[in-house]
């Protein structure tokens, strides 16, 4: 028998999960139950049957990842991100019931939910089978049940901190007694509310409605623990930061430009960098070269700034399935909150904890550290900086942008390949596998484990992700978004008929938009042509000058109005017929006057 062999023995099928010396772990792949271990002896003339057997077997389908919507890919992953910290601990009941109790309380989930995901996935071995799969709307609630709701949130989610039981009686005496008071005859049991309250029990909302949503954030909001090893047991937890470099930097003309911003994303499993932005704009701009930076061919981009490297030395081109990030504005954007739609869960640190991103911090501490001895008198700040009298080391500035950048490529190849993690968390497996103490090699045996939680995405998608949105509207002269005008085959109906739609656009060209329906993008294209190319600033530019020409020209206008209506007046003062103009034999007379009217404009031209 082989780790992760299906196995056919006893009328039963199950699916081999780990193996020791004399037991094996198992999980009944028809009843999906929780896996045991059991004695390898009692495992007699095993039938290994294949992946589709079981599937066959179990009447389920497993479509292509391709072939799944947007929105079920973003719930699969968000699924299998709550289970990939329980998978490496499967084997042992306790620290798995454990890992199950964090991660139901992290995600506000059932723990009967978390383990039916669980079962699922060690059954089928597959992503695929965690996609969610339609069903009919929910029941819509009784009588009975809107009452005990309102009961809820008249008397149980609120400051006063009523218990359960006294926020039952509560409700029986404002909804279920007469005028004197006495009971009806039919009212909820203290059973039943208990019940429906726990049914439809949101976590979130009961700590924020009893103790306030500023407490909430400071006690009971996720990742409250002791440390980033809490929730960083396997690789795909990415951490994105940024920092100011402490070095002062000039342009290709030798003028100083100031300290360039330089952005990261770090991997908080194996500790290497994914991938970096050194730049002089921050914000979204930065988020979105960080992203392009992840995916990037790093061989090719690394060529570009003249550093020659391997594949192995920086193979990285997926997305973390988990990306943790502070409360900096980008990162609090809309913009930021899209890349969800690509199954990435978000987590934003708690305040007060500054240690959970202390793998990003100390990945920013020892960049700055490689270059800081070597670029003495080259502007880069001392500790001193800040006191009076101390050098004024922006006049040492002598490194472009580029010049620098090639010192971080260097920098950051040293911190993935060659730095020595002296107290990382080796486990058995890891020593036996013979896994060095680098970031790299943690890195390659990391995204090897089944738990681990990549993405593999386009550039394009994440691009198209991170464009701003906003609200679109149809009209019979086209879909209208910032004030432009665009259009796409196919919708004649919303033209005619009207309506909203979420469009996603470029701010640096408006040559197209995207109209988002249900996660796919449909292209419109710009029908005012004069605006082709040009940045959404651009265009507003133009307009307010025309405005403002138009503005300038209202009195001329007026006068040239004004001055028209008098040169009429002049032409027509005395001209009238009394109401007696001969109106017989029209045709005749219109004749004479065309004859009378009429130019031979060759003749002139040839006599003249």
């Not at 992946?51 to 990842?65: A, F, G, I, N």
């Not at 969800?340 to 987590?347: K, N």
Request: hydrophobic residues 35%; aromatic residues 10%.
């Amino acid at each position: 028998m082989k780790k992760n062999e299906l196995i056919k023995f006893k009328d039963g099928i199950y699916r081999v999960l780990d193996i020791s010396d004399r037991e094996i772990l198992i999980i009944d792949c028809l009843k999906q139950t929780m896996p045991v271990w059991i004695n390898a002896g009692t495992v007699t003339d095993p039938e290994s049957i294949s992946d589709e057997e079981l599937c066959s077997t179990t009447d389920l389908y497993l479509p292509d990842v391709e072939d799944l919507t947007p929105e079920d890919r973003t719930i699969m992953h968000h699924r299998f991100t709550m289970i990939s910290s329980i998978i490496p601990v499967v084997g042992d009941k306790d620290e798995r019931n454990e890992e199950i109790r964090r991660t139901s309380d992290q995600h506000e989930i059932s723990k009967q939910t978390i383990r039916k995901y669980l079962c699922l996935y060690l059954t089928y071995q597959n992503k695929v089978v965690l996609a969610p799969r339609r069903v009919t709307h929910d029941k819509p609630l009784t009588d009975m049940e809107k009452a005990m709701r309102w009961g809820l949130n008249r008397y149980f989610y609120t400051k006063n901190k009523n218990s359960l039981k006294e926020a039952y009686t509560m409700l029986i005496k404002s909804r279920f007694t007469d005028e004197e008071g006495k009971l009806l005859p039919e009212y909820p049991t203290f059973n039943q509310f208990r019940y429906f309250y726990r049914k439809t029990r949101k976590m979130q909302k009961y700590y924020i409605s009893r103790d306030g949503l500023k407490d909430y954030q400071r006690n009971n909001r996720p990742l409250t623990g002791d440390g980033v090893r809490e929730y960083a047991n396997h690789v795909g937890i990415g951490m994105l930061d940024s920092t100011i470099c402490d070095i002062y930097l000039v342009n290709d003309a030798g003028q100083l430009v100031g300290r360039p911003l330089l952005a990261a994303a770090v991997d908080a499993y194996s500790g290497i960098c994914m991938g970096y932005i050194l730049s002089w704009e921050g914000g979204v701009y930065s988020l979105k070269a960080l992203a392009a930076s992840i995916l990037c061919d790093k061989v090719e981009h690394c060529r570009k700034h003249g550093v020659m490297i391997e594949r192995d030395d920086w193979d990285i081109s997926v997305l973390p399935g988990t990306m943790v990030t502070d409360k900096g504005s980008e990162y609090v954007s809309e913009n930021f909150e899209q890349m969800t739609e690509l199954g990435i869960t978000l987590i934003d640190l708690p305040s007060y904890r500054p240690e959970l991103k202390g793998v990003i911090e100390k990945f920013f501490d020892l960049i700055q550290n490689s270059f800081k001895p070597y670029l003495k008198g080259k502007g880069v700040i001392e500790p001193d900086f800040q006191e009076r009298g101390a050098h004024d080391y922006r006049k040492d500035a002598c490194l472009t942008l580029e010049d620098f950048e090639k010192v971080i490529i260097r920098c950051i190849l040293f911190y993935n390949n060659s730095r020595i993690i002296e107290n990382y968390p080796f486990t058995e497996e890891m020593l036996n596998a013979g896994i060095k103490p680098y970031a790299r090699d943690i890195w390659d045996y990391g995204k090897l484990q089944q738990e681990a939680d990549l993405i593999e995405v386009s550039y394009s998608a994440v691009m198209m992700t991170l464009l701003p949105r906003t609200t679109g509207k149809f009209t019979r002269y086209g879909l209208k978004v910032n004030k432009l005008r665009y259009h796409a085959e196919g919708y004649t109906e919303e033209y005619l008929t009207g309506g909203d739609a979420t469009v996603a656009y470029n701010p640096d060209d408006v040559s197209a938009v995207w109209v988002i329906e249900k996660g796919v993008y449909t292209r419109f294209d710009l029908i005012e042509s004069r605006f082709e190319g040009k940045a959404l600033s651009e265009v507003e530019d133009i307009k307010s000058r025309q405005r403002l020409l138009v503005r300038n020209e209202m009195q001329e206008n007026l006068q040239a109005k004004i001055d028209l209506a008098q040169h009429i007046q002049t032409i027509t003062e005395g001209k009238s017929s009394g109401g007696m103009t001969e109106i017989k034999d029209t045709t005749k007379t219109k004749k004479r006057e065309r004859r009378k009217q009429h130019r031979d404009y060759m003749k002139e031209a040839l006599d003249a």
